[in-house]
Nanobody, 128 residues
Framework: QVQLVESGGGLVQAGDSLRLACAASGRTFSDYTMTWFRQALGKEREFVATSYWSGGSVYYAYHADSVKGRFTISRDNAKNTVYLQMNSLKPEDTAVYYC??????????????????WGQGTQVTVSA
């Protein structure tokens, strides 16, 4: 079992920054792909960014086009934590942000059903 707990959400204005954190416990954190998804009200959950584990100590970071250049995913294996630095926030970034963990193939990181572990989510609200 892997337990995930997100933190760092809140209410900000457009153009502000936030840093989300997802703390993991229960299994070897470094052996998991860690990914951020988000779900806006009335919409499907969508991929935001991943720290994809390809084996050993190699990780690749990928970001959705909608956040590329504004958001950055990072991980600290010593702290069992993955982060999402969000800059230049826009009202359309408003959503519940979820952290997910899984072991999956390289083409699957954006697919929600491939993940076995999820956090409870943290609300991010960006006002205009």
């Amino acid at each position: 079992q892997v337990q995930l707990v997100e933190s760092g959400g809140g209410l900000v204005q457009a153009g502000d920054s936030l840093r989300l954190a997802c703390a993991a416990s229960g299994r070897t954190f470094s052996d998991y792909t860690m990914t951020w998804f988000r779900q806006a009200l009335g919409k499907e959950r969508e991929f935001v960014a991943t720290s994809y584990w390809s084996g050993g100590s190699v990780y690749y970071a990928y970001h959705a086009d909608s956040v590329k250049g504004r958001f950055t995913i990072s991980r600290d294996n010593a702290k069992n934590t993955v982060y999402l630095q969000m800059n230049s926030l826009k009202p359309e970034d408003t959503a519940v942000y979820y952290c997910a963990a899984g072991r999956l193939g390289p083409n699957n990181y954006a697919i929600t059903r491939k993940y076995g572990y999820w956090g409870q989510g943290t609300q991010v609200t960006v006002s205009a």
